[in-house]
């Protein structure tokens, strides 16, 4: 390990890897609601973040088990359900007033996988975000389509029925 007058040791979540300090002030300078999708073994989790001196605040949040309170059967992690819990997260921001959120990935960089589909879901809610289309997944991956021919379930089915029943709140 080095060591000497001049050097200093960087911060844990930085040595780690777990944070990348430069992104997360160019997204706190913004001074706008950031909006963060985590993942874990079961579920995924959903919430808009907003920056205060003193800690971040959790505006808003919704979770894989509130998908299952309205009639979710399958998945609580893949990119349907993602999709869904993000579109349950952005009805329930607007109706609280946010126009407007920064989508922060944390280290998350690769265009394409399931955690895009929450932005996919916060464009469709009609929430204001920078974006790229590239960045979506396919509408049918995002649909359950792929998952339904290969699985013989009803993914794609309860999928539209969730996703109205979401808009409609």
Not at 39 to 59: C, H, M, P, V
Not at 89 to 111: M, P, R, T, W
């Amino acid at each position: 390990m080095r060591s000497g007058p001049i050097y200093s040791v960087e911060f844990k979540r930085k040595r780690e890897q777990k944070t990348n300090y430069t992104k997360r002030l160019a997204l706190l300078k913004s001074n706008k609601f950031r909006f963060v999708i985590r993942l874990s073994n079961k579920l995924a989790r959903t919430q808009i973040i907003e920056y205060k001196k003193d800690g971040d605040f959790t505006f808003l949040s919704a979770n894989g088990n509130d998908l299952k309170k309205l009639g979710w059967k399958h998945s609580l992690k893949n990119t349907s359900a993602i999709y869904l819990t993000s579109l349950l997260l952005c009805i329930n921001a607007k109706k609280k007033g946010i126009k407007e959120v920064v989508f922060d990935i944390g280290n998350n960089v690769k265009s394409g996988s399931k955690i895009f589909a929450g932005l996919k879901a916060i464009v469709d809610a009609g929430i204001d975000v920078p974006y790229s289309e590239d960045a979506f997944p396919s509408d049918d991956r995002i649909s359950g389509v792929q998952a339904t021919k290969h699985f013989n379930n009803n993914l794609s089915k309860d999928f539209e029925t969730l996703k109205e029943k979401i808009m409609k709140m």
